[in-house]
């Protein structure tokens, strides 16, 4: 079994930055792909970022490349996403996630993902 628990979000003006973490319990957590995606009222969950449970592959979504950067302690069983240059269109609840039916190939859909966390609330001001 695997439980994620975000923490870190909060308000922050545009152009400021945020540091996301999601601890973990599981044994099996360092060999799973895990991601971020995010929900905006009236939206569906889109992918924000993933990383592979082997090696340090990465993806983000073409709408946070080269602001967001994911990473993952495997020691500590905590995720992280690193937010930087924020946008109000950033603004959302934030989740983290585990595929445990994958350790290599980062899946960019919600559905692909079987453990969540209960979400944290990024807001952006302009």
């Known amino acids: 079994q695997v439980q994620l628990v975000e923490s870190g979000g909060g308000l922050v003006q545009a152009g400021g930055s945020l540091r996301l973490s999601c601890a973990a319990s599981?044994?099996?957590?360092?060999?799973?792909?895990m991601g971020w995606f995010r929900q905006a009222p009236g939206k569906e969950r889109v992918f924000v970022a993933g990383m592979s449970g082997v090696g340090d592959n990465t993806v983000e979504a073409d709408s946070v490349k080269g602001r967001f950067t994911i990473s993952r302690d495997n020691v500590k069983n905590t995720m992280f996403l690193q937010m930087n240059s924020l946008k109000p269109e950033d603004t959302a609840v934030y989740y983290c996630a585990a595929d445990s039916d994958s350790t290599w190939r980062i899946r960019t859909t919600q559905y692909n993902y079987n453990y969540w966390g209960q979400g944290t609330q990024v807001t952006v001001s302009s």
């Open positions: 599981g044994r099996t957590f360092s060999r799973y792909v």
